[in-house]
């Protein structure tokens, strides 16, 4: 694609970071919101008033949608469980697709959605917030450029209040708007892909693959909460046994604070252990803490200025778009699927109260 503007089109706004992705198309100098669709218009409501959408972009039919809007790539934001089924609905229309984490439901899930993109020759990118974050960024320069040698463990804790505590743009939600939600919300129903370790653990683990880079996973064991009248789990610990040695993975709704407002107590964010020292990335801080051969004591270092296009999803995806690049790291189908085995061994070893082999 090299034409001078892109007409990007959101479909289905289940998962509230639809909100974030449209306003960071609208902001981008070479992109043009031409629909929105979902079958609820009320989800829509709050992009159509903060983007100023007009009346005849907004659709409630998504074949109708692509259609009108001829969109040159598609941001999509379903349930978790819904991503295979709206990736093979819309891979035929050849268009690029930005899907919102996780990946998928399963791994079973993820290889449909690999081959529906590969028999259409569509571009598929799987957005992980966290990737966006200075702090991350920042860890992941310092890990390739050898300071604490190789990484040889991930330990990672990540969540917050809960997915009904704010909508797009870190909105808050008050306390009984998230009780009068909760029982009908798919983040809280098993079919639609709830709970915590569906929701971060493809974070942890996913990250974990970039800054582990070729550590090859052994086994897993997970182990889950069991909250009183809900059927999805509100925390997790999962310990994988990579080749490297032992990494951890706990993922929590239920924090005292939101890690964007105020860090809790565990930090939200990433610790590595190299062969030559040490590096805790925490999310949203402005400096990260870094132990090498020459500073044993450690330091704080402060996180780089993180410039276009790796701010947002949006400026990357486009990026490669316009200069034909292929899609790496943590948002490449290949590394996501890595993960997504991973978070479906947990999820079994968790129910079967077992270790899972790989």
Not at 89 to 96: E, M, N, S, T, V
Not at 104 to 119: H, P
Not at 158 to 187: M, Y
Request: glycine fraction near 8%; charge should be negative.
């Amino acid at each position: 694609m090299s034409s001078a503007r892109f007409r990007v089109a959101g479909i289905s706004f289940e998962h509230m970071h639809m909100g974030d992705n449209l306003r960071w198309a609208a902001s981008h100098p070479t992109c043009e919101i031409v629909g929105i669709c979902d079958h609820h218009r009320e989800r829509m409501s709050d992009a159509i008033s903060d983007l100023a959408i007009a009346g005849d972009k907004v659709f409630t039919d998504w074949q109708h949608c692509i259609d009108s809007s001829r969109p040159d790539w598609l941001i999509l934001c379903p349930s978790t469980a819904d991503h295979c089924l709206w990736v093979e609905r819309l891979a035929p229309f050849g268009l690029p697709i930005l899907l919102e984490k996780p990946m998928a439901s399963s791994l079973a899930d993820a290889d449909r959605m690999i081959a529906a993109c590969k028999l259409h020759d569509v571009i598929l990118g799987i957005n992980w917030p966290l990737v966006w974050v200075p702090s991350h960024r920042t860890a992941k320069r310092i890990v390739d450029e050898g300071r604490i040698g190789r990484v040889i463990e991930v330990h990672y804790y990540d969540g917050n209040r809960g997915p009904l505590w704010h909508t797009a743009g870190k909105r808050e939600i008050s306390a009984n708007e998230v009780q009068r939600q909760k029982p009908e919300s798919w983040f809280y129903k098993r079919s639609a892909g709830g709970g915590s370790l569906l929701d971060y653990l493809g974070y942890g683990v996913t990250l974990g693959a970039w800054f582990l880079e070729n550590a090859r996973p052994l086994e897993v064991t997970a182990v889950v909460d069991q909250p009183e009248q809900l059927e999805v789990d509100e925390h997790s610990i999962v310990v994988v046994r990579y080749d490297v040695g032992l990494s951890k993975f706990e993922t929590r709704w239920g924090t005292f604070t939101d890690p964007w407002v105020h860090q809790p107590q565990p930090k939200c964010g990433f610790v590595l252990v190299g062969t030559e020292g040490t590096i805790s990335s925490f999310d949203y801080e402005s400096t990260i803490r870094v132990q090498d051969l020459a500073h044993p004591a450690g330091y704080n270092h402060p996180v780089d200025q993180v410039l276009p296009p790796y701010q947002n999803p949006v400026q990357y995806f486009v990026d490669c778009l316009q200069h034909g690049k292929k899609i790496d790291g943590p948002l490449s189908p290949s590394m996501s699927r890595a993960g997504q085995q991973l978070v479906d061994a947990a999820r079994q070893s968790a129910e079967s109260k077992r270790t899972i082999s790989l």
